[in-house]
């Protein structure tokens, strides 16, 4: 019988041995509780900076305006004869001359009406990138005192398609987030547009992309438009509609203050170090 035993000791590999181990830890196992086998946490402390302008009770972000409000604007601004018609017009012009000359050399003395066509395309423009740009120069001539509210080219309004807009991993809703502010400080009335105004916008400017971000300056509003906007929206902190002083002692005071940092308490896991993979590095 001995020698029996022996042999059959003989054949149980190491290879048993492992799978016997996974065995009794899998049974092991079974009997813990949900808590016992939790990934371990560590205790740690997230500092948090506060924003001084959401802090500050004169940016209030985004306002909210009435639907039929909203509608009577889109009435005014798609209106025969308003800005954004006859700078469609102007772009379907230029596309049908573009066609005829098939890029011929021909250059010829700019007419009266071209310049009133030019002037009136410089009163706007769209893209959020040119709309930040163009709001942020504003922002440093206030400051530098060098440009007259009541210039043509001063910017006015803002308008953003809200609703249009799509956001993703790579588009997110941060991208708006500062638009109160810089307009704000650059004395613009930020005004949001109903849902589908971004086809509506590109479709009577007539340009290929929709436009969700559209600015006009003074030029380009007229007395109709200027008093609807200025009698129903109306900014609740501000007795009048002029900023422009206080946006220019705003940007004046320079009285550095102290950083308001939080701590948040919050928890990490801790992870172990794979030996493994720091060998395969080395």
Not at 102 to 111: A, C, L, P
Not at 211 to 216: D, M
Not at 258 to 264: C, I, Q, S
């Amino acid at each position: 019988m001995s020698t029996i035993n022996s042999s059959s000791n003989s054949k149980f590999t190491k290879s048993d041995k492992n799978k016997l181990k996974n065995k009794q830890k899998v049974n092991t196992n079974k009997g813990l509780s949900i808590k016992n086998i939790e990934i371990k946490k560590r205790k740690i402390f997230k500092p948090i900076l506060n924003n001084p302008y959401i802090n500050d009770p004169i940016f209030k972000g985004f306002k909210f305006i009435d639907k039929s409000i909203q509608d009577n604007l889109i009435g005014l601004l798609f209106a025969n004869g308003s800005i954004l018609h006859r700078v469609g017009i102007i772009n379907l012009t230029k596309k049908e001359k573009k066609s005829i000359e098939n890029g011929s050399d021909n250059k010829e003395t700019q007419t009266e009406q071209e310049k009133e066509e030019e002037e009136d395309l410089s009163y706007v423009n769209y893209g959020f990138n040119k709309c930040n740009k163009l709001l942020e120069d504003q922002i440093k001539l206030i400051k530098q005192n060098k440009i007259n509210k009541d210039d043509k080219n001063y910017l006015k309004y803002l308008f953003i398609c809200k609703q249009d807009l799509k956001f993703n991993e790579n588009n997110s809703n941060l991208m708006i987030k500062h638009l109160p502010t810089l307009c704000y400080l650059s004395n613009v009335k930020l005004i949001q547009l109903p849902k589908d105004s971004n086809l509506k916008i590109s479709t009577i400017l007539n340009t290929k992309n929709s436009i969700e971000f559209l600015l006009i300056s003074n030029g380009g509003v007229d007395n109709v438009l200027r008093s609807f906007i200025e009698s129903t929206i109306v900014d609740d902190d501000a007795k009048d509609n002029d900023t422009t002083s206080t946006t220019t002692n705003y940007l004046n005071d320079w009285n550095y203050k102290k950083v308001d940092v939080k701590f948040l308490l919050t928890s990490q896991p801790i992870l172990k170090k794979d030996k493994n993979a720091n060998n395969k590095n080395k």
